[in-house]
């Protein structure tokens, strides 16, 4: 698979998914797990991500069908589900997400479906090819990996190093047990033939994890983005200042 860069937002504007279009990454997801995102937010989003040939992803707070219903329905292009440790859930979160292998309620009228212009088939078609990731981030969702990956409807794995670490009694993410996990997931994403993903602070980062076998990157986010280069300007203004006041 092609390796994909995106970020995380967390900032509810929709000028931030515009500019992110002109940037050259592959997607965006807006973030309404950990960020103040209601529908009608996350449907502006995505609007803003079809008028910038972006697309937006939503990692949704829940795993509530109407939620994941609700995401889809306003036409993002997949969904990052959090926190899914068992195969039970797993089939619960595509029989809400999928029409060919689950249960999706259908409407014509949404933007998935091009406001009922494109015809039953093709919405229905349309609607499964959005990208279903479910997130790994528990000691119990490592075992369940394998299962999970392998999934019919299931696209791939996240991998929440976060969570991750606390679940295992862990406050760093590169302790050895929660690296053995990360590997762990990995492989069994790769073993199922599904896409890998995971977040991470850096490119470089990114580069490490893509020599293992990741190949979708969430890097950041915009407001991490907007602290560096804000520091980075402070920093250089200080600098300027401070040659200045060497020169005088």
């Not at 036409?75 to 039970?88: F, I, K, N, R």
């Not at 029409?99 to 009922?116: D, K, L, M």
């Not at 369940?144 to 760093?172: H, K, Y």
């Not at 929660?178 to 995971?198: D, F, P, S």
Request: some cysteine; overall charge negative.
């Amino acid at each position: 698979m092609t390796i994909q860069l995106g970020t995380f937002v967390k900032t509810c504007s929709p000028q931030i998914i515009e500019v992110l279009g002109t940037s050259g990454l592959d997607f965006a997801v807006v973030d309404a797990e950990h960020a103040p995102f209601g529908r009608g937010e996350i449907d502006v989003m995505v609007m803003a991500g079809r008028a910038a040939g972006l697309p937006v992803l939503v990692r949704i707070p829940d795993h509530r069908a109407s939620t994941i219903l609700n995401a889809l329905d306003v036409g993002a292009a997949g969904l990052v589900v959090p926190h899914v440790d068992t195969l039970e859930e797993a089939r619960a979160i595509v029989d809400a997400a999928r029409f060919g292998v689950g249960n999706r309620g259908y409407s014509s009228s949404p933007r998935f479906a091009s406001y009922g212009s494109i015809g039953r088939a093709a919405a229905l078609a349309k609607g499964d090819e959005a990208l279903l990731l479910c997130q790994i981030e528990s000691g119990e969702g490592v075992e369940n990996a394998g299962a999970i990956a392998a999934l019919e409807g299931v696209d791939g794995l996240f991998i929440g190093r976060a969570d991750l670490s606390l679940s295992l009694g862990e406050t760093d993410i590169v302790a050895p047990r929660v690296v053995a996990a990360t590997h762990r997931i990995i492989e069994a994403g790769l073993a199922a033939r599904k896409r890998v993903g995971m977040f991470v602070g850096s490119a470089e980062e990114a580069g490490q994890f893509a020599r293992e076998g990741v190949d979708w990157f969430v890097v950041g986010s915009d407001q991490s983005m907007l602290r560096q280069g804000a520091r980075a300007v402070a920093d250089n203004a200080a600098r300027v200042a401070s040659a200045e006041r060497q020169v005088q």
